[in-house]
Each structure stands twice: as C-alpha cells, then as structure tokens.
C-alpha cells in the first residue's frame, strides 16, 4: 500500500477533473489497470470507503494521476472533488486485466 498525497486538481472539460498526486514511492502498475484508493476519513459515512479509479498517469512518473468525472453528483465523488493540496490517501496494489504489452524495445504499445 502506498500512502498518497494531493499536489494539486485541474478542470479538464464540464464535469471532469484530474488530481495529481505524490506518492512516498514508486507505484507498480500498467497501463490500463487501476488502483484501489482508501480515505480513512471516509470510514465511517461510506459502507465503501475504497474505490477503484484507473491511473491517468503513465507508469514511472513522478506523479500519480487520476481524471474522474464527477457528473454523478455522489457523495464520494463530492469528497473528492472537495480534497485541498496536502490531504492524503491510501492507493494498494494496482489491479486490471487489461493492460497494453510492452513492445520488444520497452515501450508500452
């Protein structure tokens, strides 16, 4: 489990956001796959204080992205669009079964 913490949120278009994250260290994953975020603060207003949300930055940044779009209006997705630089969560093993293969020089497709 890595622990992360909000840097900063852009608008991308209508409803969707993106948030870039610091992670104390590098997150395993690839792409297409998904991580399953916990909020501790979360615990006790969700029956499901973990969500999975699909990595929007590539594998080895510095920075771990997610785009989410928050047109649902839940009170998950209100939380979250709520977050200020420096609030912090969880994010454990990366999970999918889509993934893109790696090309004979490395590369991802």
Do not use: N
């Not at 909000?6 to 792409?31: C, D, K, M, N, W």
């Not at 297409?32 to 615990?43: A, E, I, N, V």
């Not at 709520?82 to 999918?96: H, M, N, V």
């Amino acid at each position: 489990m890595a622990r992360l913490h909000l840097i900063g949120s852009a608008h991308e278009y209508g409803a969707v956001h993106t948030y870039r994250f610091g992670a104390q260290r590098p997150l395993e994953f690839a792409p297409g796959q998904y991580g399953h975020l916990f909020f501790p603060k979360l615990l006790r207003q969700f029956t499901k204080p973990v969500r999975e949300i699909s990595f929007a930055s590539a594998p080895g940044d510095d920075e771990v992205w997610f785009t989410l779009d928050h047109s649902s209006g839940s009170p998950f997705q209100l939380h979250f669009q709520a977050l200020e630089p420096g609030r912090s969560c969880t994010c454990s093993a990366s999970a999918g079964t889509w993934s893109c293969p790696r090309t004979r020089r490395g590369r991802w497709c």
